[in-house]
């Protein structure tokens, strides 16, 4: 199986796809209808539509046949963590801002998150989200919201990937005073993405546990 993960502008994943709402589940158009906004509506169809196309790369299947489940673990509304429905062996994530989306499909639990730096510069950033290492390396930069968006996409993605919770952001560190990310964490690898103007994405998947070995006769 092929794994997949890209970062793309809303405009160009609905230009392949001018169809998107059809590709909806009967809840995803519900959540979609509900949207008020334009290109809140359009982010989240292109997201969704993106996430099929990154799995029918993986699969070799046609992604608008694929169905994308989200049920929520803790309330069981349609949302929260996403899976490709009769896919077990496939775990998929997906993230928009209001004019790019991403998706990413793994054979391990996963995670991917993107950010516009636009939307966090002007705003007093949530330090709650840092450990003291990293609120310590992000007060000292010519451009602070770039690098907490760098950490903030990297934890999202981990938070998706299953590998630590919301309530854990402040506690696990993801980059050094030194500027050196943890390139793996509670086995979970975690790495930036290329991404374009004021972006930052990242993603995450869980490290394959190895295979049980039989004892030395």
């Keep these: 199986m092929e794994l997949s993960s890209r970062v793309a502008s809303t405009a160009s994943v609905l230009a392949t796809a001018p169809d998107a709402p059809d590709w909806l589940t009967p809840l995803e158009r519900d959540r979609w209808s ?85 939307r966090l510069r002007g705003r007093a950033l949530p330090a709650r989200a840092l450990t003291a290492q990293e609120r310590a390396w992000v007060s000292g930069a010519d451009d602070p919201a770039r690098r907490f968006g ?29 500027g050196q990310w943890a390139r793996c964490v509670r086995d979970t690898s975690v790495e930036s993405l290329d991404a374009v103007g004021a972006l930052v994405a990242a993603t995450a998947r869980r490290v394959a546990e190895p295979e049980a070995r039989p004892p030395a006769a």
């Design 34 to 118: 509900a949207l008020r906004r334009a290109d809140d509506r359009d982010a989240f169809a292109a997201a969704h539509v993106l996430v099929r196309q990154v799995a029918g790369e993986a699969l070799g299947r046609d992604p608008r046949r694929l169905v994308v489940i989200q049920c929520c673990a803790t309330c069981g509304g349609p949302h929260g963590r996403p899976r490709i429905d009769g896919e077990s062996r496939l775990h998929v994530s997906l993230a928009h801002t209001r004019t790019h989306v991403a998706a990413l499909a793994a054979d391990e639990a996963c995670g991917i998150d993107v950010e516009d730096l636009g």
């Design 150 to 178: 760098m950490i903030w996409v990297r934890k999202e993605a981990l938070v998706k990937a299953g590998a630590m919770t919301i309530d854990e952001l402040g506690e696990v560190t993801v980059v050094g005073g030194d």
